[in-house]
C-alpha cells in the first residue's frame, strides 16, 4: 500500500489489478470505513481510498461551497490520467458523490456502486430532526470543559448507534480508527459545518433524475435496517439491463462494515459482469 497526495487529498492506494476502482465514505467517515472489504478488493484490482477534503487525513484540504462539485473536480483530477475508466464505489454521501460524478463525467467512471444512498425519495428525517438534536447537544458541550477522549467516546457512540446494525461485529479497531479523527473541539465543530452543507445540498440535488439519466450502469444497495437512509427507498429504483438493486438483510447504513461478506457478494459480481 501507498498514500498519494493531490491538492492535500489524502488517498491509499493498494492492489495491481488492471482495472481502478475508487471508494469513497460516507458523511463524517474516511477511508478506513472499507477495511473490512479492500483485501478482497485488492486481490481483483487497483484500488484508491479516498479521504474526501474535510473528512479524515484529508481534514485540512481546501473545500469550498458547493461542496458535492468541488469533490467532483478533485475526484476527476485524480484520475484523469488513467488509461481506462474507473469503477467507484460509495457509501452515503460518498454515494451521491460517486453519483454526481459519474452524471458530470462519463467520460472517466464506467461504473458506479451507490451504497445507502441519501435523496432517492427525501432528505431522510432522521437527518433533518433527529440529526439535529444531536448536533444540538454537542454544540451544547463545545462549550463546556470537556476531556478529548469524553468527547471521542461520545462521537464514537453517536456513529455506532445511527450506522452499524452490530457495532460489536464492526469491531473495536472501527470506531477507534473513526473517533481519532475528532479529538478536538475544532474538528468536531468543523464535522458540524459540513454537515449542515452537506444535507442542503443533498436536498436540492435531484437525484431520483440523475439515476434515471445515469449514462453508466449502477448497483444500488441498502442495508435493510439502515435507520439513516431507509431501505424503502429501493422500491423507488426502476432496475433494468444497467441497473441493479439489492437490499442486504440484517444490514444497516454501512454494510462494508456490518456485513463485509454479503456487500462483497453483491458488489463482485456486478463489477465482473
Known sequence: MRAESLEGLHVLST????????LLHGYSDHGGTWQKVLPTLSERYRVLVVDLPGFGLSAAARWQEPLIDGYVEVLSALVGDEDDRVSVIGNSLGAVTALAWASARPDLVADVVLSDMPGVTRVPRSWTRGTQLRVDRLTQLLTRPLPARYLQQMVGALYAGAALRHPMR???????????????RQQVAALLTIGRIVIREIAELPIPTMIDELAVPALLLWGANDLLTPARAARRITVGADR???????CGHCPQLDCPSEFLGEVLPFLAR
Do not use: K, L, S
Not at 441493479?244 to 440484517?250: E, K, L, W
Open 15 to 22: 492492489g495491481q489489478g488492471e482495472r481502478t476502482v475508487v
Open 170 to 184: 464492526a469491531g473495536a479497531g472501527v470506531r477507534a480508527g473513526y473517533v481519532e479523527h475528532y479529538a478536538t
Open 244 to 250: 441493479r438493486v439489492a437490499v442486504i438483510p440484517n
